[in-house]
């Protein structure tokens, strides 16, 4: 069965501390993967999209990176800031029939 | 920019009403899609549209009805709400090649009592 993990579910962090969020999934076969940012009370924003031949994709202060072998993804995130504070949901996307199989996302807190 | 906009961001209904959510994106998207979020679980694909009054069934279609009449507006339709329709209700629309980046409305938090 298709599945997408998350891990942790929450994580609480000091401004200006580093973080790495996790993402592990069984899609086969895998098309590509993306991270979203979603703030509290609004919808999903893509941070960055990764396909099967990416290790490491940056936007700013987050680094994607992508381990097709474990089907492993990480989204570290430097020098946070409180305006980081929000959930991160991992999505993947399978070749088969373009479903997108969406992980139930980190909530992300960082306290100053 | 890309505007996704949702015709309410807070609605209350009673059980048995007939429930309408608009969605409307101005970037010529083909694709629009209907989810619901739930906490601890990822978003569930409701329905979805490749064009102008075509529709697909995702995940979990009973319950809910959709219409597309016209390429930027997609509504969806709780033909008689229950309690477990209860949701925050997020719209979305891409472009169609391949499966590109949604760009998501600020979503509708339903409370159905």
């Known amino acids: 069965k298709n599945q997408v993990e998350q891990s942790p579910q929450s994580l609480i962090i000091l401004e200006g501390k580093n973080c790495t969020l996790q993402?592990?999934?069984?899609?086969?076969?895998?098309?590509?993967l993306r991270w979203y940012k979603q703030d509290t009370g609004r919808g999903p924003v893509s941070l960055t999209i990764?396909?099967?031949s990416e290790n490491t994709k940056s936007n700013g202060r987050y680094t994607a990176t992508l381990d097709a072998d474990t089907k492993q993804s990480s989204l570290h995130i430097t020098a946070s800031q409180l305006s980081d504070s929000a959930s991160y949901i991992c999505v993947v996307s399978s070749d088969s029939n373009y479903q997108l199989i969406w992980g139930a996302g980190t909530k992300l807190i960082i306290k100053p | 920019d890309v505007k996704v906009t949702q015709s309410s961001r807070y609605l209350v209904k009673r059980t048995g009403e007939k429930v309408f959510l608009e969605c409307v994106q101005d970037?010529?998207?083909?694709?629009m899609f209907w989810y619901r979020q739930d906490p601890g679980l990822g978003l569930r694909l409701i329905y979805f549209s490749y064009d102008v009054k075509m529709k697909e069934k995702g995940d979990i279609p009973e319950g809910y009805s959709v219409s597309r009449e016209k390429k930027e507006r997609f509504s969806l339709i709780l033909e008689s709400a229950s309690t477990n329709q209860t949701s925050m209700y997020l719209c979305?629309?891409?472009?169609?090649?391949?499966?590109?980046?949604?760009?998501f409305g600020p979503g509708t938090r339903l409370t159905v009592t």
């Open positions: 990764m396909t099967f």
């Open positions: 993402c592990n999934y069984t899609v086969s076969p895998f098309s590509n």
């Open positions: 979305a629309s891409s472009f169609p090649r391949g499966w590109s980046e949604q760009y």
């Open positions: 970037m010529d998207h083909e694709n």
